[in-house]
């Protein structure tokens, strides 16, 4: 049973950060690809950042480019988000998500979710 458990979230201030964990069980970690999607009150899913399997290659949404930084851990099968420069627009509920091997930002194309975890930015 693949289990996908974020950490991490809080509240920070306009201007500061947080780091993201999300820790995997029950899959080849090495074998998937990673996505970070996050979700707003009253508003869709959106993509933020995903990392592909083998050479770790990045995405990342506009919104956080420059910003948000994805990595990953195979060893401790575990996704990282690094958030710098926050504001109150990333307040959101954020989830990730696993799929084989390659990068993808849309969320029907991702196998397996974590709960998600709540960040909340004041200003």
């Known amino acids: 049973q693949v289990q996908l458990v974020e950490s991490g979230g809080g509240l920070a201030q306009a201007g500061g950060s947080l780091r993201l964990s999300c820790a995997a069980s029950?899959?080849?970690?090495?074998?998937?690809?990673l996505g970070w999607f996050r979700q707003a009150p009253g508003q869709e899913r959106e993509f933020v950042a995903a990392i592909s399997w083998v050479v770790a290659n990045t995405y990342y949404a506009d919104s956080v480019k420059g910003r948000f930084a994805i990595s990953r851990d195979n060893a401790k099968n575990t996704v990282y988000l690094e958030m710098n420069s926050l504001n109150p627009d990333d307040t959101a509920v954020y989830y990730c998500?696993?799929?084989?091997?390659?990068?993808?930002?849309?969320?029907?194309?991702?196998?397996?979710w974590g709960q998600g975890t709540q960040v909340t930015v004041s200003s």
């Open positions: 998500a696993a799929r084989p091997k390659y990068i993808a930002t849309m969320s029907p194309q991702y196998d397996h």
């Open positions: 029950g899959l080849t970690f090495s074998n998937y690809a």
